[in-house]
Every structure is written in C-alpha cells, then in structure tokens.
C-alpha cells in the first residue's frame, strides 16, 4: 500500500516536472513567435503605406510611364525632373549596400522621410513630398522603414543631381519656374486674409 502511494506520487511528480520544464522551454519559441509575427505585420503595414503613398510612382521604374517593372521595385529612376532646384532623380530605395539605402538604420529612413533631411546632413530637393510625410506617426513611419529594409536589394545606381544652369541627357520633365498661382507665396500677400 505505501509502495503503491510512493510510486503515484513519484509519477506524479515527474509529471509536473516535466510539464514545468515543457512551459518554460516552450515560452523563448514562443516569444520568438509573437516577434516575428509582430515584425511581419510591420512590414506588410509599411508595404501597405508605402504602396498607397506613391513611393513607386517616382522610385519604381516604369510606373509613371504606365509599365511597371516590380521586379526592380524602388530601385531607383533615370527620369530627370528638372526645375529651377536643378535636375533630381529618384534614388535607389532598396536596401543594396553600395548604391540603396542599405547603410541607413531605420531611424536614419525615418528621419528623412519626415524631415527631408539625409543622414549625411544634405536636404531632399523636389519633387520628393517629404512635406507630406512630416505627419506619419512613429509607427506608420517605422512600419516603411522596416518594408524598405526586407525589400530584396538590387544594385542601380540613380544617377546624380545636376546643378541649375547645368545641361542634362535623358528623359527630363521640365518644370519651369513657377508662376501666377503657383508662385511661391512667402511672405503672403499684404491684406490676404485667407
Ligand atoms: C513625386 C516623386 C516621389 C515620390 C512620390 C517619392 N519620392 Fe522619394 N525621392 C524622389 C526624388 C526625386 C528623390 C531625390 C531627391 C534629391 O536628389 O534631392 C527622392 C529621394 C528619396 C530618399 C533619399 C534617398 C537617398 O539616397 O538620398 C528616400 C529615402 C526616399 N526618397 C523615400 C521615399 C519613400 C519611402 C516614398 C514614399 C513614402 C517616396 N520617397 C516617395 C521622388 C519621390
């Protein structure tokens, strides 16, 4: 009768053990779990993002000229857009180390998208609307930056800036000074009330 009660205790207390050890052994997997979903929800959240506020339009090449080419998404674009800041090209948004963003952290992204300011210091000329980005909130913002880092890197480098008054080759759309009510309007106009 003792033996009896002794091995059903015996067993009884293997078994809890072994149950403890499984819980505490299975929580880190777990854990590991709810982060990775986290971070894939954060990324299809900055695909989404990304994808509603036009980044491909200009960084994607072929979309502004109706044929896409998503096999080299956001690598970056040879249309020159030329105004009175000189002539800007969309740069290589993947993460490609030598030619993308790759060497960027996701504050640094964050940074720029908001402020328009890279992290070398330089500031974004347009027609990047970074204006427009000033109000993501930190989650939406570093909800892109982690999308635009898990983007497959590929190597395209945009070509330079060119200076005002300098000749550009290429595809160029031309944006003459703006006038009449395009005009820059600072300071506004005495008496304007609106
Ligand atoms: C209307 C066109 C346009 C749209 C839309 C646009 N960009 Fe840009 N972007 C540009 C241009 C042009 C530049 C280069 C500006 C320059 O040379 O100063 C640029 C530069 C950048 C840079 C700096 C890259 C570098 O290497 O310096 C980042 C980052 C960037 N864009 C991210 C984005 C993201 C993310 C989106 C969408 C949320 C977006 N852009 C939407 C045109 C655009």
Not at 36 to 64: F, I, Q, W
Not at 140 to 155: E, G, H, R
Request: charged fraction near 20%.
């Amino acid at each position: 009768m003792r033996w009896t009660r002794l091995i059903a205790l015996l067993s009884l207390v293997v078994t809890a053990t072994a149950a403890i050890l499984t819980l505490v052994s299975a929580t880190p997997a777990r854990r590991r779990h709810v982060a990775a979903t986290s971070t894939a929800t954060k990324v299809k959240r900055g695909e989404y993002l990304a994808t509603v506020m036009g980044c491909n339009d200009c960084h994607t090449p072929g979309v502004l000229f109706g044929a896409p080419d998503f096999s080299r998404r956001l690598s970056g674009s040879e249309l020159g857009w030329k105004g009175p800041w000189g002539v800007t090209f969309a740069r290589n948004i993947t993460p490609d180390l030598e030619t993308g963003i790759g060497k960027w952290s996701e504050a640094e992204i964050v940074k720029t998208l908001r402020t328009g300011q890279r992290p070398d210091g330089s500031v974004l000329l347009p027609p990047m609307p970074y204006q427009d980005f000033a109000i993501l909130t930190d989650q939406d913002a570093f909800a892109i930056a982690a999308y635009l880092k898990s983007i497959p890197p590929i190597q395209h480098r945009s070509p330079d800036r060119i200076p005002p008054g300098q000749e550009a080759t290429g595809s160029i759309l031309v944006f003459p000074a703006p006038g009449a009510w395009d005009a820059p309007r600072t300071p506004p106009p005495a008496g304007d009330k609106k």
